[in-house]
DNA sequence: ATAATATTGCAACATAATCGCAATAAATTA
DNA sequence: TAATTTATTGCGATTATGTTGCAATATTAT
């Protein structure tokens, strides 16, 4: 399906590239001045996942998060990667670190899913 | 608060030992023959959770499990353990396995929450 | 047996996320 | 530039997960 521009999208990455954070449908809408609809907010984050522009991560509270590949001014980050939530600031941080593990090897791993909840570097 | 032996506490932690997996509410609910309140499951989950018997993990679609720390003529399993949810039998599954990461040292991590996705040894 | 209070069931509530459908708007074509 | 195609949006409704208040019940200790 083709794609088309529009300034919700532009808006949400736009949000989302600037922070380099990850972030949740109520906190990107709250970061953007025109109003969009809750439910198109998702859909746009679904379909930019689903072009590999963003990635969403779940925490620990259940909701989802998204974060572009990409941050301003930084390297692309591995698609591997650990996410860090900060329980002093509350944001969710996509670090450029690799998630290490041995298990055994009849298991085919597809994701990795790793969140770690502390202070983050800022807070501590 | 001092706590009190009931039916519904035996049947919820007897559940989780025995599959040693991890489990969400409903699929606990359906899995004990007594009728119980969803309410209460949760309320039990949660209180056993407080007590250190059990331990919540959220899988990436954003649902609550629950596992014991004891599955029966098992090891007891670290605190800082990986989980791996398999897509094709669709159970979580706590591994004996640590989760390693370099991260700078000005981040302080205080919980770990990693989800493995893919084909476990079972169905591989 | 009685009292104290932990536990339960029920209903209501809160929140996150999705979906159907009609209206709108972007991109393409004439 | 105008017309056409169809991707996108907004709205409302819906689903699902999880929690909470409150009265009723059941467990434990006296």
Do not use: W
């Amino acid at each position: 399906m083709k794609r088309r521009n529009t300034p919700t999208k532009e808006a949400v990455l736009e949000v989302l590239t600037t922070t380099g954070k990850a972030m949740s449908q109520d906190a990107i809408e709250q970061e953007i001045d025109i109003n969009i609809n809750r439910a198109t907010i998702y859909r746009v984050l679904n379909r930019f996942c689903d072009d590999g522009v963003l990635h969403k991560i779940v925490a620990e509270d259940g909701k989802q998060y998204f974060a572009s590949y990409n941050k301003v001014g930084e390297q692309e980050i591995a698609k591997n990667h650990l996410h860090f939530k900060c329980l002093i600031c509350e944001t969710i941080e996509c670090l450029h670190a690799e998630v290490n593990f041995s298990i055994p090897k009849a298991y085919i791993v597809q994701d990795v899913n790793c969140v770690l909840t502390g202070t983050c570097k800022n807070c501590s």
